[in-house]
Each structure stands twice: as structure tokens, then as C-alpha cells.
């Protein structure tokens, strides 16, 4: 059976803020450089109902699987999805879908539908849709397509011409050897395209998961490079991880020199994060080998570069130390549940000098255990023993992004328990168990924590070190991704519906 028939591997999955535009937009997944996921939006409900309609200010429906976070800007809620109910007759069958939907109603404004990759359908797997969230700066729109280009949007899309330098969309909305479409109003404007296989060398799996990082004039994201449909072979060993590009044309700046991609057991699906230690600025990422890494950002000298720089690695942390991880003999242990390597599925997150990473062994073909570590961000070169503040262990496999607040720490796993640690120890302060696994991760916002599960419940529990559940909702289908809270509303999806849910919310 399919490791995506459980689906789409969710850092899939991850979680939400920022604040660089407007203090009501959320227009990147996770807080603002750290990834911290906590928002300070207030007055949001606890409690809603889909049935009756209340606290519900308007639903619409996506496609058949949805595992993508919503993200908020500029009046717009752009959220990835599937092609299962077409919104454009021209648009038939599988594709990879991202919506631009107007943030007072739902009504679709635009849309880039983007064909299947054929062949091998572990590249792009069947129906999974696109499941990156995009990231926005004023009137661009950053995004990962379901087959791993990275296109620079219009946000108001076509309704104001045509925008260059790419004037290809017809070609690149139309399946294979079919001729280019016509443009219409509904269609996506795209900016310039970058094609992380073809140019960098990559070779994706299950689906191209990232959310990209903005820091200046660069756009940093993970590849998605991993194994191909055999999980015992990298087709790319010497593919990119973590790769940089020129905002403004899509070039490629710099890539990490790791070495990640033969010790990869299963993907690259982590994001990166960003913060400040002692006056440098580093990128920390995740990788696919069960390492975190802290990499120096590239200073605006290095950017003018006309070869593709390496990333300069600051300290590297495995969180795994003790694991069977030899390299490039990682695909041994494919399917044992005891023993195996880890890999990091959810983002990094930054906060007060430390790095808040959950690693452990892989959800589909690993072994079940998983821990949240806690590392010491001021250190250098190997920082396993000498950067580990505390580690604690979760029930079972995780891919979620932990959330940062009051001096506790949020973070599900797959064993569908939340789990409340003190972030100064890494003790528990308490647990709550919801009724499947969770794939996305906690919100935490106005006093509450936000959670859904792929069985469709959705938790609204008191932040605190009091455990006390606030309200329990069933929803449609099931939950993969954490909810979006802008300007009192929370943007909630599951499965196959997108909720704006509001207490006093407008009909």
C-alpha cells in the first residue's frame, strides 16, 4: 500500500503567522521568520456548528482532499487543494489546484490549475493536489506547485494584464501534448516559474511539500528531494535540500552543501525558519537525514553572485544521535518499526534563543518512536550533545511544527495525542488525546489552542497549565492542516470544506 494513501506527508502539514504586510494578514505559514505558531489575534470563537450555521460567516467547498493551510493577505484567502469538484469547465480530471478566494465571502477570484506529472505516480501522487502553502508580499504570491515549480504570482491575477516575464500560462495550464488554453478570467497570472527538478536537480516524492521562507531580496525552501517508488533508492543523491532564490526573477542563488540527499530515508518535507543569534542571522532547517541544521542567511554581496553559492553551515544537531543512520545505507531499514533512522517532517521554530525541532522515526516506514527536542541555538560545528537543552519524547511518529507560548509548548503527533511541555524543562504539563492521528499542528491564539484530526474533530482547548477543553466539533472529513486566524476569523479547511468562522459572523 501507498505511504500517500494515508496521505500526503504533512509537514505537509505544518502551521501559521507572520505580520510583515498588514497586522490582520497571515500571509506566510508561521509566524513572521521564527515559525513560531501562535498568533495574537483575540475575540475568536470557541465553539461553532457547522450544522446550524453558527459562528460560521461563510463555507465553501474545496476539493476532494485538501492539505494545505489557508494563508490570509491583501483581502484574498489562498489555499491549495485538489481539482475534485472543477470550478472551471475547461479544467478536467486530476490536477494540482491553488485558489485566490475573496476574504469577505469565499467567491473565487482566480485559480492556478496545474496538470499531473505522469509516470511514476509517486512524483505527484494521484489526487493529492497542491499542499504547499503559498507565502505573499504585497502583490506577489510565492507558491510550489504539485510539480515542484516555484512560481511567483499576481495577486489580483489576470484582472490586471498579463504581467512578464513568463507569458506561458496557456502551455503550462494545459495536459501533456495538448494545445496551449486560452486564457480566462479565472486563470492565475504568473510572474516567472522555476523548475526545482530540471534546474536543480532534484527528485521529489509523494508530493512537493514547502513553505517558502522570505528574508530580503531571497526566497529560501526545502526541495522535497527523497526516494523514489522503490524507498530503498535516492534517485538525486546529489540534489539540493535546501535551496535560495532572487525574489524578483526566480534565479537560483545558493543551495546547502551538506550533502543531505544519500542519508535521506524518506523526503525533504521540512520548511525553514530563521532568528537572530548573537548578530548573525541563520537559517535553520530540517532535514530529510534527521539533522537539524543552522545555516549562515546569505548577505546582500552574495546574492549578486552569478554561480549558485553553498549555504555556509553553522552547527548541526542530530537529533537521533543513536539511531542506525549509517550513511548512505539509510534504505536497510525500510519497514522496521523498531529500529530505524529519523527524519524531520515539521518546521524548526525559533524562540528566545532556542531551536524547537519534533524528529523522530517515519510515520509510513519507520519505527514509531518520536521526540520534541529543544537545542541551544549559540553554538557551532557538531552541536548534538553540547546544544541539547531537554528532549522529550511523544506517543508515537510526528510531523507536526511546535507552537511557543507562555512558557509552554504545543505540539501533537501522530498518535493523535496533544501534547503541553514546559519549555524551560521539557517536562509535561499535561496531555489530551483526540480521536485519530494529528497531521498539522496546534494554533494557539486568543487564550486558546486550535487542533484538528484526520478523523474530523476539532479541539478548542485553554491554553495553560490547566488542562480544560473548551469545545469538541465533528467536522465533514478529516483535519490535515492547522487553521489561519486573521481579524477575528478563523480560516479553518478540512477534507473537501473551507470555514470562516467568526463570532459575530456576517451571513
Known amino acids: 500500500m501507498s505511504d500517500v494513501n494515508r496521505m500526503l506527508k504533512p509537514p505537509l502539514l505544518l502551521c501559521v503567522l507572520i505580520g510583515a504586510a498588514a497586522a490582520a494578514d497571515q500571509p506566510q505559514w508561521g509566524q513572521r521568520h521564527s515559525r513560531n505558531m501562535v498568533s495574537a489575534e483575540t475575540n475568536l470563537p470557541e465553539s461553532f456548528d457547522p450544522a446550524t450555521g453558527r459562528n460560521i460567516k461563510w463555507v465553501v467547498p474545496m476539493g476532494t482532499e485538501t492539505y494545505a493551510s489557508p494563508i490570509v493577505s491583501g483581502g484574498r484567502v489562498l489555499i491549495g487543494t485538489n481539482n475534485g469538484h472543477p470550478r472551471d469547465r475547461r479544467h478536467r480530471g486530476d490536477r494540482g489546484v491553488l485558489m485566490c478566494l475573496d476574504q469577505r465571502d469565499g467567491r473565487l477570484q482566480w485559480q492556478l490549475v496545474i496538470p499531473k506529472l505522469t ?183 552574495q546574492t549578486k553572485a552569478s554561480e549558485v553559492a553553498k549555504l555556509k553551515t553553522v552547527w548541526s544537531f542530530h537529533c537521533d544521535p543513536n539511531s542506525a543512520q549509517p550513511a548512505e545505507k539509510v534504505h536497510r531499514y525500510v519497514g522496521n518499526r523498531r529500529e530505524s533512522p529519523s527524519n524531520i517532517m515539521g518546521m524548526p521554530v525559533f524562540h528566545n534563543g532556542r531551536v524547537y525541532v519534533a524528529a523522530g522515526g517515519d510515520m509510513w516506514w519507520g519505527k514509531r518512536q518520536a521526540w520534541l527536542k529543544c537545542i541551544d541555538a549559540t553554538g557551532s560545528g557538531d552541536v548534538t550533545r553540547s546544544g541539547l537543552v531537554w528532549s522529550h519524547e511523544l506517543s508515537r511518529h510526528c510531523c507536526s511544527t511546535p507552537a511557543i507560548h507562555d512558557g509552554l509548548v504545543y505540539i501533537p503527533d501522530c498518535g493523535g495525542v496533544v501534547h503541553c511541555i514546559d519549555a524551560a524543562t521539557g517536562r509535561a504539563v499535561w496531555t489530551h488525546r483526540m480521536k485519530g492521528p494529528v497531521w498539522g499542528c496546534t494554533l494557539v491564539a486568543d487564550g486558546k489552542v486550535y487542533v484538528g484530526s484526520r478523523r474530523g474533530d476539532f479541539c478548542v482547548l485553554a491554553a495553560g497549565r490547566t488542562k480544560r477543553v473548551l469545545s469538541t466539533i465533528q467536522l465533514d472529513s478529516g483535519v490535515s492542516a492547522p487553521p489561519t486566524a486573521v481579524n477575528g476569523v478563523l480560516y479553518l479547511t478540512t477534507m473537501r470544506k473551507l470555514y470562516a468562522v467568526s463570532k459575530s459572523p456576517s451571513p
Open 119 to 301: 509516470g511514476d505516480p509517486y512524483l505527484d501522487w494521484p489526487r493529492g493536489g497542491i499542499v504547499s502553502p503559498p507565502t505573499v508580499e504585497g502583490d506577489r504570491v510565492y507558491a510550489v506547485t504539485n510539480r515542484g515549480a516555484v512560481v511567483c504570482l499576481d495577486l489580483a491575477g489576470l484582472a490586471n494584464g498579463n504581467d512578464g516575464p513568463f507569458r506561458d500560462e496557456g502551455r503550462l495550464i494545459a495536459p501533456k501534448r495538448a494545445p496551449p488554453m486560452k486564457l480566462g478570467k479565472l486563470d492565475a497570472d504568473v510572474i516567472w516559474r522555476f523548475d526545482t527538478h530540471a534546474e536543480a536537480g532534484t527528485y521529489p516524492h509523494d508530493a512537493a511539500h514547502a513553505s517558502i521562507l522570505l528574508h530580503g531580496p531571497l526566497l529560501y525552501l526545502n526541495t522535497s528531494n527523497g526516494v523514489d517508488n522503490t524507498h530503498r533508492r535516492i534517485r538525486k543523491p546529489d540534489g539540493p535540500s535546501l535551496i535560495a532564490l532572487d525574489k524578483a526573477t526566480g534565479r537560483w542563488v545558493a543551495r546547502d552543501g551538506e550533502r543531505i540527499g544519500p542519508k535521506i530515508f524518506h523526503c525533504s518535507w521540512s520548511s525553514p525558519a530563521l532568528g537572530q543569534v548573537a548578530g548573525k542571522t541563520l537559517i535553520f532547517y530540517g532535514g530529510g537525514d534527521g539533522v537539524c541544521y543552522a545555516f549562515e542567511a546569505l548577505a546582500a554581496a
